[in-house]
């Protein structure tokens, strides 16, 4: 029952600002992310550089003999969430009874489906995808991810009742990573991809995307709204890479987020 009371007390103050946000203009503007800090998630990171000219990702490695055709099969594997960087918001803070790793671990599952589904669902069929790690051979191209960083934005973590985002730098988020986004929150992932005969990595990314990751988003009342959104585009723009030759840009898709009231 105190659960309950607590979340329409947040659910009240939420629609409240609403309310008051009306009247204005609904804005559609562009936020744009510096990249994440490695991980370590990712073995030789530094291999990875900036590469837009190719690929939509904030950075991006591919082996020069690697050749998307080489393979007819896919195995993407569980979505890694033990490389979420410790000096997180949520670590510092406990400003709510949900399990924040919980929440994580959600998304990490709803990363590994998206992923799954966008390659079964592309229009050249380029990939048969696998399902059962057996099955992994010669043909295969193995995709492992990880989901390094999920942070609330300053509206999320006002709803809860929390002013602890005013100063980052006391509760220890280091300057120059999280704080720098905590008027927008942010999403970030890293992924490799691997020979399924010899486990050799043959491409990497790497990529941060910023939007109102809102606790409780009043627009779809659900937990971090805008990530389902950028985890299904970067989905997307890996069934376009794989279908793109390699002279030819997968561009990055300014990512356009209208207020949620």
């Known amino acids: 029952?105190?659960?309950?009371?607590?979340?329409?007390?947040?659910?009240?103050?939420?629609?409240?600002?609403?309310?008051?946000?009306?009247?204005?203009?609904?804005?559609?503007?562009?936020?744009?992310?510096?990249?994440?800090?490695?991980?370590?998630?990712?073995?030789?990171?530094?291999k990875m550089q900036p590469n837009r000219d190719r690929a939509p990702f904030d950075r991006y490695w591919l082996s020069p003999d690697f050749v998307w055709k080489r393979y007819s099969?896919?195995?993407?594997a569980a979505v890694d969430t033990q490389h979420v960087f410790e000096e997180t918001l949520w670590e510092k803070i406990n400003?709510?009874?949900?399990?924040?790793?919980?929440?994580?671990?959600?998304?990490?599952?709803?990363?590994?489906?998206?992923?799954e589904?966008?390659?079964?669902?592309?229009?050249?069929?380029?990939f048969k995808v696998l399902e059962?790690?057996?099955?992994?051979?010669?043909?295969?191209?193995?995709?492992q991810s990880a989901l390094v960083e999920l942070v609330p934005d300053k509206v999320g973590l006002a709803i809860l009742g929390t002013a602890a985002w005013a100063a980052p730098v006391a509760i220890g988020v280091p300057v120059g990573t999280i704080a720098a986004f905590a008027d927008q929150g942010s999403i970030a992932f890293e992924m490799r991809g691997r020979d399924g005969a010899t486990g050799q990595v043959v491409g990497m990314c790497?990529?941060?995307?910023?939007?109102?990751?809102?606790?409780?988003?009043?627009?779809?009342?659900?937990?971090?709204?805008?990530?389902?959104?950028?985890?299904?585009?970067?989905?997307?723009?890996l069934v376009e890479l794989s279908n793109t030759p390699k002279d030819q840009q997968v561009k990055h898709s300014a990512y356009f987020t209208l207020m949620p009231w």
């Open 1 to 46: 029952m105190e659960g309950r009371l607590q979340f329409l007390a947040c659910l009240g103050l939420a629609l409240a600002i609403a309310g008051c946000a009306t009247t204005e203009k609904v804005e559609e503007k562009v936020l744009k992310a510096n990249p994440a800090p490695d991980s370590g998630f990712l073995e030789n990171p530094e």
């Open 73 to 76: 099969k896919l195995y993407v």
């Open 95 to 115: 400003v709510r009874s949900i399990d924040v790793k919980k929440d994580i671990a959600d998304l990490a599952v709803e990363f590994h489906d998206d992923l």
């Open 117 to 126: 589904q966008a390659f079964r669902d592309d229009p050249l069929h380029h």
């Open 132 to 143: 059962d790690p057996k099955a992994i051979d010669a043909d295969t191209l193995v995709l």
């Open 206 to 237: 790497a990529d941060r995307e910023v939007g109102p990751m809102r606790v409780i988003d009043v627009r779809s009342m659900t937990w971090y709204g805008p990530a389902h959104d950028i985890m299904h585009e970067w989905s997307s723009q």
